[in-house]
């Protein structure tokens, strides 16, 4: 089992940023990948990004890139998602999630956070 507690979200204004962070207890955190998925009010759930075990290979959908950063520091246990030149469009609930081996892909993911807002506002 794989605990996830995202933290971090908040009320922001169009153009600013943010960091999320999603700290993972049990079992071993470095040998999962990890993503991070939004849904907004009335929307289905959107994968965001990705980051393998090491980090070394990432996936971002096409909306983000450019914006959105996903890191990991493992010695911490904790997977990240810097977020810049924020869009009134990027407000939803985020949230992290883990899976056994990384992909591009969104399904596969075994264990999921509860989640935190992002509000941006115009």
């Known amino acids: 089992q794989v605990q996830l507690v995202e933290s971090g979200g908040k009320l922001v204004q169009a153009g600013g940023s943010l960091r999320l962070s999603c700290a993972a207890s049990?079992?071993?955190?470095?040998?999962?990948?990890m993503g991070w998925f939004r849904q907004a009010p009335g929307k289905e759930r959107e994968f965001v990004a990705a980051?393998?075990?090491?980090?070394?290979?990432?996936y971002y959908v096409d909306s983000v890139k450019g914006r959105f950063t996903i890191s990991r520091d493992n010695a911490k246990n904790t997977v990240y998602l810097q977020m810049s030149s924020l869009k009134p469009e990027d407000t939803a609930v985020y949230y992290c999630?883990?899976?056994?081996?990384?992909?591009?892909?969104?399904?596969?993911?075994?264990?999921w956070g509860q989640g935190t807002q992002v509000t941006v506002s115009s």
């Open positions: 980051i393998s075990w090491s980090g070394g290979s990432t």
């Open positions: 999630a883990a899976r056994q081996a990384y992909s591009d892909h969104d399904d596969g993911y075994d264990y």
């Open positions: 049990g079992r071993t955190f470095s040998s999962y990948a």
